[in-house]
């Protein structure tokens, strides 16, 4: 196990292990771990609504906790096959004393991503925090394998939906708002066997500065989390399982993150009492690594 103060967490290598597309998190060894039980909440986010795009398991399902840890009342979406991981979410926001309302959605097709905002505002009266999080990764080593439908597919879920869902959101958030994307370390490096993935992930940073720009005036803030490597279903579901045993092991920390440790810096960007005057920043969260870019 790898220790820093308190916490302890998984070190490299993982067990070896596969699932199919989109991957469940109930069925990972370990578990990630997205308690955060050492995070206390400050109501940094009371009477806030919150709605988490791809917010069942991952990242997506640590940042519903601590959000709902801060006050907020949670929104977010998942695929049909993901109703095991949703489930799961529901109780642990709910645990956190919240409401929490899951969405089923596709959101490569615009007019779900408009009808997810229009539902989670009908839901809970109102829309404070958007957190643009899904996403769909495939390996594929060579370019000739990089079919027009993966490219097509990759792109819809990573990047447009991005811009189809604070669109629909803008009509609903006011000054004070804000909104969070899910970038990568590979958006910023490249990635030689994830050149579709990568390619949204940079085009996920651009629009968070882009963005940031266009809103600033309505006092709108828009930021963006760049991790490295984190312990979902989204690895497991794309790398060959040896792969998957040695993920994150080339970091300094020699492991992966856990979704706990990166959910905390959702928190600080949603949270106008923490990030007030920060808007159009790319947070890496690299595990040591300090030459991102």
């Not at 490096?189 to 996920?204: F, Q």
């Amino acid at each position: 196990m790898a220790e820093i103060g308190k916490l302890e967490q998984p070190k490299s290598p993982m067990p070896p292990q596969h699932q199919p597309k989109p991957g469940i998190e109930a069925e990972l060894e370990p578990r990630p771990n997205y308690m955060a039980p050492f995070y206390k909440g400050a109501e940094k986010l009371k009477d806030k609504v919150a709605l988490i795009t791809g917010g069942d398991s991952g990242i997506g399902r640590a940042v519903a906790v601590l959000f709902a840890r801060e006050g907020a009342d949670v929104a977010f979406t998942y695929l049909k096959e993901e109703q095991r991981d949703a489930d799961e979410t529901v109780q642990a926001i709910e645990a956190e004393g919240q409401r929490a309302f899951a969405l089923e959605a596709d959101l490569t097709d615009p007019k779900v991503c408009r009808e997810v905002v229009k539902r989670t505002v009908d839901e809970f009266g109102k829309l404070d925090v958007l957190v643009n999080n899904a996403a769909f990764q495939q390996h594929q080593d060579d370019l000739k394998d990089v079919s027009d439908e993966q490219w097509d597919r990759t792109f819809k879920t990573n990047i447009y939906a991005y811009f189809h869902m604070a669109k629909a959101a803008l009509s609903h958030l006011r000054k004070g708002s804000a909104i969070v994307n899910t970038g990568s370390i590979t958006g910023l490096e490249g990635s030689k066997g994830l050149l579709d993935y990568a390619s949204t992930k940079g085009a996920i940073h651009a629009f968070t500065k882009s963005l940031a720009q266009n809103l600033v005036e309505k006092g709108i803030r828009v930021n963006c989390v760049a991790p490295g490597p984190v312990w979902t279903p989204l690895n497991p579901s794309d790398k060959p399982a040896a792969e998957v045993a040695k993920f994150g092991a080339d970091t300094p920390m020699k492991r992966p993150a856990q979704p706990e440790e990166i959910a905390p810096a959702y928190v600080y960007f949603a949270s106008e009492i923490d990030s007030s005057y920060v808007t159009g920043e790319v947070l890496t969260l690299l595990g040591g690594e300090t030459t991102a870019g």
